[in-house]
């Protein structure tokens, strides 16, 4: 996996231009029941994923923290909002939480998260593959081939299939 993960943003760049095509041609014209398609492609991806044996996400991004996402951890945390904000968050060039550190702070050394059962909406819902109105999160989907396997390999099969 770490020979994989280093080649990937190589690959990601070579694959650009082609992937950029796909999601063009689809937002020109969607195939029918196109949530469904990328629902098949998620459920296939992750016959071979596992993200524990990753979690470049974790080491290379930070989530979007929301206001509930901040209430739910601080209180597993045992700590009062202000306090979880003040200790773990900063606000982005858009206003939005983001984590002040990367690598997360709860990612532990065996790439398993700590606050797993509570960790941001962001998180349970990465890489996004299985979404409603998947149509519109493509151009997320094209960035994130830089940084999860999953969704590279993703877009490597929608392009097959396009």
Request: glycine share 0%; charged share 30%; aromatic share 8%.
């Amino acid at each position: 996996m770490k020979n994989r993960l280093k080649q990937l943003p190589e690959q990601a760049n070579l694959k650009r231009k082609i992937f950029r095509k796909t999601i063009q041609k689809i937002k020109k014209r969607p195939p029918k029941q196109f949530d469904y398609i990328m629902a098949d492609i998620h459920e296939q991806v992750f016959e071979n994923t596992d993200c524990l044996t990753c979690a470049n996400c974790c080491k290379t991004t930070s989530p979007i923290i929301t206001e509930k996402d901040i209430e739910r951890i601080a209180k597993f945390l045992k700590l009062k909002p202000k306090q979880f904000i003040t200790r773990y968050l900063q606000k982005d060039t858009d206003g939005l939480w983001m984590m002040q550190q990367i690598p997360c702070v709860f990612l532990a050394s065996d790439n398993y998260c700590i606050i797993y059962e509570v960790r941001p909406k962001a998180c349970r819902e990465y890489p996004h593959l299985d979404r409603k109105k998947n149509k519109q999160l493509l151009d997320l989907h094209l960035k994130n081939t830089k940084i999860c396997p999953a969704v590279y390999d993703a877009l490597e099969i929608l392009t097959e299939k396009m």
